[in-house]
């Protein structure tokens, strides 16, 4: 497989853009390589501009759960250009998207839309501030929740400790009152509400680990957490943005039967356009401009083409429901990667929730970022390398989830399974 094309025009893309894309991961730092460039996509498969095809398990990093290309999406968003992109004035689209996430959430009574998830978690953050009137918030090692200044705050830390930020250009006093606990630590939490509870406005979650991996809630996690919160007047927010119409039509807070307060959602609910969305209880909502004191605005916010895309993208997830051949398809990859890691003993943990998955190159159970941490991402490196030679198109990061979609077909599995074993005789 030749990438000589991708290759001139990264160089033509670092000229212009830093580091030649425009988000960080896309560089393909971790696995030493330069990215292909993608000209088109069209259900599992994505083509490169070499002319190679791909079978992707990006899918855009979540948002494409129908595959690239679905033929009701591409119809929804091409209707719509062509009666305006944008008015910045209501539409009947925006009550109609709210009116499914109400339905398809059993925690959303009202919500607002944004056009990005780290604008969506950055709104709910200040929106449980404003509400609780407190100051501090609390989240745990190794989640990400866009790249909002007071949460980059690296997980390293650990437990107890005050926040230290992930970024120049985020001053300390921008994390001085974000506290970081474990994941699957309830331990660590309960030392934070000891320390400052009556300080704390909001618990911030992936109610599933969706940017270490994927590392699934133990049982009794999410309950706690729940309880906690109620118990102190902490708002509980469940950053949904990966899960949401991801691991359940309704999101892990259906998967796992647990009400948070807030929620924040994107990737799928836009159908491949920018969005993100934040809702949760009723009296909470209302503390939002214009009927409360917390402002939050934006100029495309509800935008045509990004609610079209989103409402067909809904709608069939609804009817079609997908989600038990998801699981399905999801577990057939997932078993037969881990009984190919065992055969050629390569030390690895399978962690799946639905169709999100990962396999991390260690022997410790993953149940927390520094349980992630002790993967061997160099062996990841050539892994990875292998399996793009051989057209899979992984995330280039073991930290990572890896996405199965409705287009992929049994072929596909069974091609990505052969390729794994081909990577694994190599490494
Ligand atoms: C992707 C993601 C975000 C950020 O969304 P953007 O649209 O990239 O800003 C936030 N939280 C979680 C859990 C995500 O997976």
């Not at 399978?350 to 998955?357: I, T």
Request: a negative charge.
């Amino acid at each position: 497989m030749t990438r000589t094309t991708s290759k001139k025009l990264f160089d033509r893309a670092c000229k212009v853009i830093p580091g030649g894309v425009n988000s960080p991961v896309r560089a393909y730092g971790s696995v030493n390589l330069d990215p292909p460039f993608i000209i088109r996509g069209r259900g599992s498969k994505i083509y490169d501009v070499d002319g190679n095809e791909y079978i992707d398990y990006v899918g855009s990093w979540g948002p494409m759960i129908l595959g690239h290309a679905h033929p009701s999406v591409v119809e929804a968003i091409r209707d719509r250009v062509a009666r305006g992109a944008s008015f910045g004035a209501p539409t009947i689209l925006e009550i109609e998207m709210a009116e499914l996430l109400c339905d398809a959430l059993p925690s959303i009574e009202m919500v607002r839309m944004v056009n990005s998830g780290t604008e969506a978690t950055m709104s709910a953050i200040r929106l449980a501030r404003g509400y609780t009137q407190r100051k501090k918030i609390v989240k745990f090692a190794g989640c990400y929740h866009g790249h909002v200044d007071s949460l980059l705050v690296e997980a390293g830390s650990g437990a107890t400790t005050l926040g230290v930020p992930d970024s120049a250009g985020v001053p300390d006093e921008f994390t001085r009152n974000t506290l970081s606990a474990i994941f699957n630590d309830l331990d660590s939490i309960d030392t934070l509400i000891d320390n400052c509870g009556t300080e704390i406005a909001a618990i911030i979650v992936e109610p599933v680990a969706g940017n270490m991996g994927t590392i699934p809630p133990q049982p009794g996690f999410l309950e706690g957490l729940r309880e906690r919160c109620t118990k102190h007047g902490i708002v509980l927010i469940f950053d949904e943005v990966m899960t949401g119409f991801r691991v359940a039509y309704g999101g892990a807070q259906t998967l796992y039967n647990i009400k948070p307060d807030l929620t924040c959602l994107g990737k799928i609910v836009g159908g491949g356009m920018p969005v993100g969305a934040f809702g949760g209880k009723r009296d909470i909502m209302e503390h939002l401009a214009p009927l409360g004191g917390v402002y939050q605005a934006g100029t495309l916010s509800g935008n045509p083409l990004a609610m079209a895309a989103g409402i067909v993208t809904l709608r069939t997830l609804k009817n079609e429901n997908p989600y038990p051949e998801l699981e399905k398809n999801a577990a057939y990859l997932g078993d037969g990667i881990d009984a190919l890691f065992s055969e050629y003993k390569v030390p690895h943990v399978c962690n799946r929730v639905g169709s999100m998955l990962c396999t991390y190159f260690t022997a410790t159970p993953v149940n927390n970022y520094s349980n992630a941490q002790t993967s061997d991402c160099e062996r990841f490196a050539k892994y990875f390398a292998s399996m793009l030679e051989q057209g899979i198109y992984l995330a280039p990061s073991q930290f990572e989830a890896g996405f199965v979609s409705a287009a992929h077909s049994p072929d596909d599995l069974d091609r990505t399974l052969a390729a794994v074993k081909v990577a694994l005789e190599a490494i």
